[in-house]
Structure formats: structure tokens, C-alpha cells
């Protein structure tokens, strides 16, 4: 039964920091893309960052700069530290897996059930 458990959300000033941590099970990790995607009130979940187990990794533009995601593949977490956080950072915060298939991305095939972030003065 794969499970990715999802930890570390909860309410941030405007400026502030907050570290997600994501462990999963039943997979092997190291065959596995790890991401985070987010979703916010009235809009459409979106791919927040991901990584491969050879630490590759990709970012929306909205959050280049600010936010850093990282593995860890001796203890099947991924991490995803956010810095500079933004009112529109507001999102339930997801963090995913997918199979690696080389160059064919066919989007998550496991979900966590999601941790909130609130931005907010």
C-alpha cells in the first residue's frame, strides 16, 4: 500500500519560511519522481516543483528563487523548503509521485492527502 504523508503545513506571516517534509512508503523510492503541487481556493492544482533521484529538478516560475525542493533517498523523503512566502502561496500543498519513464512524463501516479499553507498578516 504506498502512502506519501505529508507534514510541516500550518499559518506563516507575509516574508516568512516554512519547511514541508513528505515520507512515503510502498514504493521504491529511488524509481520514483518526487514533487509537490499545490492548489488554491478557485483554482487549478498546479505543479509547484519536482525532483528525480539523480536530484534533478524543476520549478514553476512563481516560485523560482524562493522555494527549494530536496530528497532524501536513504530515508524516502522529499522536502520542500519555501522562503519569502507570498499571500498567493495560500494552497493546500500536495506532495506526489511518479514512476520514472525517462522522457515520458505522464504526471503523478500516487498522491499525499495535502497539508495546508496560509499566508497571512
Known amino acids: 500500500q504506498v502512502q506519501l504523508v505529508e507534514s510541516g503545513g500550518g499559518l506563516v506571516q507575509p516574508g516568512g519560511s516554512l519547511r ?5 512508503s510502498g514504493i521504491t523510492f529511488i524509481q520514483y519522481i518526487m514533487g509537490w503541487y499545490r ?3 478557485g483554482k487549478q492544482r498546479e505543479l509547484v516543483a519536482d525532483i528525480t ?15 527549494t525542493i530536496s530528497r532524501d533517498n536513504a530515508k524516502n523523503t522529499v522536502y520542500l523548503q519555501m522562503n519569502s512566502l507570498k499571500p498567493e502561496d495560500t494552497a493546500v ?27 497571512s498578516s
Request: with cysteine.
Open 20 to 24: 514541508l517534509s513528505c515520507a512515503a
Open 39 to 41: 492548489q488554491a481556493p
Open 53 to 67: 533521484s539523480a536530484h534533478s529538478t524543476n520549478y514553476a516560475d512563481s516560485v523560482k528563487g524562493r522555494f
Open 93 to 119: 500543498y500536495y506532495c506526489t509521485s511518479e514512476v520514472f519513464r525517462g522522457l515520458m512524463r505522464s504526471g503523478p501516479d500516487y498522491w499525499g492527502q495535502g497539508t495546508q499553507v496560509t499566508v
